[in-house]
């Protein structure tokens, strides 16, 4: 188990035999310990309050936590996508920081035990009686799945793809972390919703149920988020899945738009299909631009929708209403103008450079979004000083 738990540690222990991860694996949360070096967290002297910014269903609010302090037990947390942390903390710290600006579209999610208290000098968050705060999510490290496998194929090597074959069909255990174990990530977010103190109440029983029962991991109909949502609210979903679903058959459908162009201008397809240049060129751009104006579309009028209701249950301000609607109708002019221009600027170089072509159609609606959170996060901090 990769759980960590007071009694493994004290502040004057010296060097302990191993790490807290799985079989012994060395983790972050382990140099915060032995003082090898500290956490990327801090307390602030001011609280800072971030901007506030749609998820990626445009149904909930996500915020990035200002300070580690504001953290309560029963927080529904996310972060950048985790695929490979706690291999290097450079790495760790760079995805984190580029997750601010909209690089990120996949967040991996965990729902916090303790309320944080305070931060020790090592940059670990700590409760009011000093213990070192939890969250409990559907996790694994890449070091802790390569170890995992290590030792399951009991020293044979000519096991280790079946071994792997075996682990990876339920690669991540729903069990009780540090939260310093992000530590190298300067950027956590909180998804906002309402609650009492009954409600994280239920949310600590949900956790130690769902822990217990150690549900098989899936990364489509049981993978973190699913966990993390059914401790947090009762319900077992996973808005990103759909969505990431809709942008992989956005690609799929632009790429092939662009695969018929530089098909169309190969003089032998045309001569043996007889395609009329202009009309098939019109067709295949509008297909291309389509498919980048109307995730854009749709996730304008979900958000054009759903920012007035969270208004009203107290999860955003009219301040910050005002600021999301203005944001969101900045994102879709980006994207669909943007996205639709840097397609038809690809479509123009088939001709002669189709790799690049490729590339740069498939970053049609992607830079836009970027751009328009970076404009959004500058424009949050001039209107709110």
Request: with cysteine.
């Amino acid at each position: 188990s990769g759980s960590v738990v007071d009694s493994t540690y004290s502040q004057d222990q010296g060097v302990m035999s191993g790490g807290s991860g799985a079989y012994g694996t060395w983790m972050p949360i382990d140099d915060f310990m032995h003082r090898r070096r500290r956490s990327s967290w801090h307390a602030t002297a001011v609280p800072v309050r971030m901007p506030p910014r749609m998820y990626r269903d445009s149904k909930q609010i996500m915020r990035e936590v200002g300070d580690m302090r504001d953290l309560r037990r029963g927080d529904h947390c996310i972060v950048a996508v985790k695929t490979v942390r706690a291999i290097s903390p450079s790495f760790d710290w760079l995805t984190s920081w580029l997750s601010r600006y909209g690089f990120c579209v996949v967040y991996h999610h965990f729902a916090v035990l303790d309320d944080v208290d305070s931060i020790d000098d090592s940059g670990i968050p700590r409760t009011s009686s000093g213990k070192v705060v939890q969250v409990v999510e559907h996790t694994n490290t890449t070091r802790e799945s390569l170890k995992t496998i290590t030792v399951m194929t009991g020293g044979r090597w000519v096991r280790w793809p079946f071994c792997a074959i075996e682990f990876i069909l339920d690669k991540a255990q729903c069990q009780p972390v540090a939260l310093a174990e992000y530590g190298d990530m300067p950027c956590i977010f909180t998804l906002e919703q309402p609650m009492t103190e009954g409600d994280r109440d239920e949310v600590l029983v949900r956790a130690e149920a769902m822990v217990r029962r150690n549900v098989t991991y899936n990364l489509f109909t049981n993978n973190c988020e699913h966990t993390v949502t059914a401790i947090c609210t009762g319900e077992a979903t996973s808005p990103q899945v759909p969505v990431i679903f809709l942008d992989l058959s956005m690609l799929a459908l632009r790429s092939l738009a662009l695969a018929v162009l530089v098909m169309h201008s190969w003089r032998p397809c045309r001569q043996s299909l007889r395609w009329r240049p202009g009309i098939w060129a019109a067709i295949l751009q509008l297909v291309g631009c389509a498919t980048v104006a109307f995730p854009a579309v749709q996730r304008y009028l979900l958000a054009a929708c759903n920012i007035p209701v969270l208004q009203k249950v107290d999860v955003i301000t009219s301040f910050e209403e005002r600021y999301l609607l203005i944001v969101e109708r900045i994102r879709v002019a980006a994207v669909v103008i943007g996205g639709s221009a840097t397609f038809m600027l690809s479509a123009a170089w088939c001709r002669d450079r189709p790799a690049a072509a490729a590339v740069l159609s498939s970053c049609a609606s992607y830079a836009p979004d970027i751009f328009a959170t970076s404009m959004s996060t500058g424009l949050w901090w001039a209107l709110w000083h």
